[in-house]
């Protein structure tokens, strides 16, 4: 099993539609994770963290569960400029920062 | 969010010659850089880490001496692709840990795009 694991998709959804992302990782020792968006030819930029308590940023929440260990990105209202590749980022370790990247999931939204 | 920058963002070159990236944290010291490197519609692919004033981890497949890694401060890390070749043509990221307890973070750098002729 692969230490982070999404769907790479593409999730096609219209304009307005509300689409969610899971990701899975393997250690159940990682202590905190995070969700950022790489659009084409450009470098990763963090969307959210993900805490304990979930986090809702405008359209975008984010929750973990320990227990089934995975965490989600929900999408509310997507727009055009939603479009990009998502990435699931886990830190497995306390104290020092060791991140392991999913291989990304790509939403594209359409008129 | 914490500011990284990168230079150059694009560069061509000819083959057997080496190419220095820069990668600077501007608003933060960052004890912990990555290299990481990503082919055309693939996934980001680690390098190596590197920490201020130590040897740089590389990842396994990756040669330690085809890709100097400098991290001479907490600021500034360089990564040198030595002798480059076309098959080295890609795009080339580095980011910088924030290191804040429980909220420990990333943040990248633009790129660099290399072209090997």
Known sequence: RKEVEQDPGPFNVPEGATVAFNCTYSNSASQSFFWYRQDCRKEPKLLMSVYSSGNEDGRFTAQLNRASQYISLLIRDSKLSDSATYLCVVNKAWGSYIPTFGRGTSLIVHP | GAVVSQHPSR???????????????????????????????????????????????????????????????????????????????????????????????????????????
Request: aromatic share 10%; charged share 15%; with cysteine.
């Open chain 2, 11 to 117: 560069v061509i070159c000819k083959s057997g010659t080496s190419v220095k990236i820069e990668c600077r944290s501007l608003d933060f010291q960052a004890t912990t850089m990555f290299w990481y490197r990503q082919f055309p519609k693939q996934s980001l692919m680690l390098m190596a880490t590197s920490n201020e004033g130590s040897k740089a981890t590389y990842e396994q497949g990756v040669e330690k001496d085809k890709f100097l890694i400098n991290h001479a401060s907490l600021t500034l890390s360089t990564l040198t692709v030595t002798s480059a070749h076309p098959e080295d043509s890609s795009f080339y990221i580095c980011s910088a840990a924030l290191l804040a307890g429980n909220a420990d973070t990333q943040y990248f750098g633009p790129g660099t795009r290399l072209t090997v002729l």
